[in-house]
Each structure stands twice: as C-alpha cells, then as structure tokens.
C-alpha cells in the first residue's frame, strides 16, 4: 500500500489577509491630507497655550512694541515672525492671537465632541435595545430637542450655568466650561438617533441573542457586544461634530455670546474685525487670515470624517481624492 504523505502547503500561496484599520486609513487621500494638515494646525496652536496662561493676560496679550507702536500694522509688519500677519490697534501680534484663538477652539470642539458622543451614545443604546415605552420616550425627547430653536437653548444654558461655574473656577475658565458644556448639551441629538438606529439592527442578531440566552447582564452586553460593533459609526460622526461645534463656537463668539475678550477665538477675530470696519479701511488682514485657519481647519474636519466613513464602511465607493 502506498503511504498518503502529508500534505506540502510550502509552495500553495494563500490570499493575503485584509489590510488593518490604520493601512486602510493610511490608503485613505482625505484621510492623510486633512489629518497632516490638521495635526500642523493643532500643533501651532498648541505651542501658543503657554503664553495664554500669563496672569497679565488683559495688560500684554502679545504685546509687540512700546506705546508708540499701538496703531495697525500691514502684513509682513516686520522681520520677526509674530509680526508675520501683522497687528491690531493696540499692537498686539495678529498671528500669535490667531494661533491662541485656535487652540481655544479647538479645545471647545473637542469638548463639545465627547459631551455629544457620550449623551448620544448613551441615549441611542438604551433606546434602540430596550425598544418599547423608554424607546418612544427618549426619542419624543428628541423630537422636541430639534423642534426649539438652537440660539434660544445655547443662551438659556449659557445664563443657567454661567454664575455657578464661575464661583467654582476662574471666570475666563468658567466661561470656557460653559460655552463648551452648552454647546455639548445640544449636539447630540443627531448621535442619537444614528446609534439608535445602528442598535435596532443588531439586536436581532445572532451574537445578540446568544448573549441574551446566556444570561448576561444588559451592561455586559452593551460594553462587549454592542458597543464595539458601533465604533464606526461613533468614530465618523465624533469626528464630524468637531467642525459643527467650532464653527458654533465662531458663530456665538461673533455674536457676542461666546469668550469673552481679552481672550481670542477665530470667531471673536472675525467679529471685531467687521467692528474695525476691516474691508472697508483697507485692513483686510484682520479679517482674512482668522476666517482662513478658520475654513482650513473645517475643511480638514470634513476630510478626515468623510474619509473614515469610506473606510469603516467597505459598501460605500465614494470617490478618492
């Protein structure tokens, strides 16, 4: 009898395994050009924080000169790279605000971003898995959330938690805190319903049912079964609720609901440079390169979120840049 050898798979070739979660973002244009570009931006944002924490903040905030050199000054103002983008009346460097003013709101962005996520993750699993009366509740709740007017909600928080939080910190601190926490508060009602509607088609699932059938606990089952399989969806919409809440952040600062002055956002730039009758008078700078991190910035937001949603959804074939 002949002997059956074993079977060689030395020379067999198998198809390559799918490429990880980071090699397809890397293979990702949007996702590579608005993530480096972002990255440049939060960086040189970031390293103005320091001088933003001097406590003589009101009397220097960049202060570039003596007294005889309050008055505007037009890009390139000089040599010296804070000057870069020239000066405002009092002097102050335009670039260094500009770049302060980014790191404030990128900051509140952020905030914002993981106060929608939480609520409206939170909201959407309880609402989708449990169904019945707390689903119709939660999402008649909802329902009237989008019904009152956005400006209307952002002040009543702002007025409601404005005094007590400045009696627990500083009160440019305390003003940070509540523009961040009011914008949240309002931010994620269209999380909600996403995740809500991403739960209902899994907990008819097999793996949910299972888990069911083996007696684990509801928590158990939203942090090990349903909450993974709802990464991509959150990691999408997180990073599109960054944009829409700096450019909320911009919209009250330009109203004058926002920070407050002496310290900067791009959208308090923007207002008091209409206030300086920037186009007008000939000094355009003001205007223009605030509203131009600005745009950048948002542009950016939107790349890298519309990227990872062709990503981490494999269906979709959207263009590439």
């Excluded at 260094?96 to 962005?109: K, Q, V």
Aim: charged letters at 15%.
């Amino acid at each position: 009898m002949s002997r059956i050898l074993p079977a060689d798979f030395s020379d067999r070739s198998f198809p390559d395994a799918p490429p990880s979660l980071w090699r397809r973002m890397m293979r990702s244009g949007r996702v590579v050009v608005g993530g480096a570009i972002l990255l440049l931006v939060a960086a040189a944002c970031l390293v103005s924080l320091p001088r933003t924490l001097d406590p003589d903040l009101e009397n220097h905030f960049y202060y570039d000169g003596g007294a005889d050199n309050w008055d505007w000054r037009a890009p390139p103002a000089a040599a010296e790279p804070a000057l870069w983008f020239g000066t405002d009346n009092l002097g102050r460097s335009l670039l260094a605000r500009c770049l302060t003013g980014g790191a404030i709101s990128l900051a509140i962005g952020l905030a914002a971003a993981v106060i929608a996520v939480v609520l409206g993750v939170s909201v959407g699993m309880v609402a989708g898995y449990r169904g019945g009366w707390t689903d119709a509740g939660l999402m008649r709740f909802v329902d009237v959330m989008y019904g009152l007017p956005y400006v209307l909600m952002i002040i009543i928080l702002k007025i409601s938690l404005e005094n007590p939080l400045q009696k627990l910190f500083d009160p440019k601190v305390g003003n940070l805190i509540v523009l961040f926490l009011a914008i949240g508060l309002v931010s994620w009602l269209t999380m909600a319903r996403v995740i809500r509607g991403q739960v209902l088609s899994l907990r008819g699932q097999p793996f949910i049912e299972a888990a069911r059938a083996a007696g684990l606990t509801e928590r158990r089952i939203f942090l090990h079964h349903l909450l993974p399989n709802l990464i991509g969806p959150i990691l999408v919409y997180a990073t599109l609720t960054v944009p829409q809440a700096i450019l909320q952040e911009s919209f009250l600062s330009f109203l004058g609901i926002g920070i407050q002055k002496p310290l900067p956002t791009w959208g308090s730039l923007t207002s008091e440079a209409l206030e300086a009758n920037a186009i007008l008078g000939g000094r355009w700078w003001l205007l223009a390169f605030p509203s131009a991190l600005l745009g950048l910035t948002l542009l950016c937001l939107n790349f890298v979120g519309d990227g990872l949603r062709d990503v981490l959804d494999p269906k979709r074939s959207s263009s590439r840049l």
